[in-house]
Every structure is written in structure tokens, then in C-alpha cells.
């Protein structure tokens, strides 16, 4: 799938993560970048086709646009599109689907 300039190659997923601030007791507000492998969340923007298997079947994706999902940061490359910045992962580093509540 073609997002703005990008197209997504393989089982990669495009992600617009979600700013999560940390405060602490004293009040002080810290960016969400301390730990760097810690799992966050984000929405999918993108997706690729899916992974190819050795006799050539595609392997759909399990994410689609839209999805909320929890992902692992450490696992993803930053890609800076006007203004915005997005994160690109394989789809396995995705953990799960945040599911809505109704």
C-alpha cells in the first residue's frame, strides 16, 4: 500500500505512534523515550502485502489501517514524512490489536 511518497514492501507495518508522557511523583513531565525497548502504542497508517513463504504463497497481514496495536519500539526505524514522524516495523514485532470497548 502507497502512503504519501512511500510504498510499504513485504510484511512491513507504517506506524503513527501515540505520545504517551510519563509524570512523576515530584510532577515533572518526561517524553515517552526513556526506554527504548519498552512496548508502545501507535496506529496503523500502512501495510505491506504480506511475507512470502518459500513456495510463494503470501502470508496475509493480521493488521489493517486503522488498527491500534501495541508494538516493540527497539525494533523500529523512524521515517520523517512533512512534518510527521512515523515508525516502520515487520509485522512480528507487532504484539496485539487493541481491541475497542464499547
Known amino acids: 500500500m502507497k502512503i504519501g511518497n512511500f510504498t510499504l514492501l513485504h510484511d512491513n507495518v507504517m ?24 512496548p508502545i502504542e501507535g496506529f496503523v497508517v500502512g501495510a505491506g502485502p504480506g511475507k512470502l513463504k518459500k513456495n510463494g504463497d503470501l502470508i496475509t ?27 516502520v516495523v515487520p509485522v512480528s514485532e507487532v504484539l ?7
Open 15 to 38: 506506524l503513527f505512534p501515540i505520545p504517551k508522557n510519563i509524570k512523576t511523583a515530584a510532577g515533572i513531565i518526561l517524553k515517552d523515550n526513556i526506554d527504548a525497548t519498552a
Open 61 to 87: 497481514m493480521q493488521v489493517k489501517i486503522g488498527d491500534r496495536v501495541i508494538f516493540v519500539r527497539s525494533s523500529a526505524r523512524e521515517v520523517k514524512h512533512e512534518g510527521d514522524v512515523f515508525l
Open 96 to 102: 496485539c490489536v487493541v481491541n475497542k470497548t464499547e
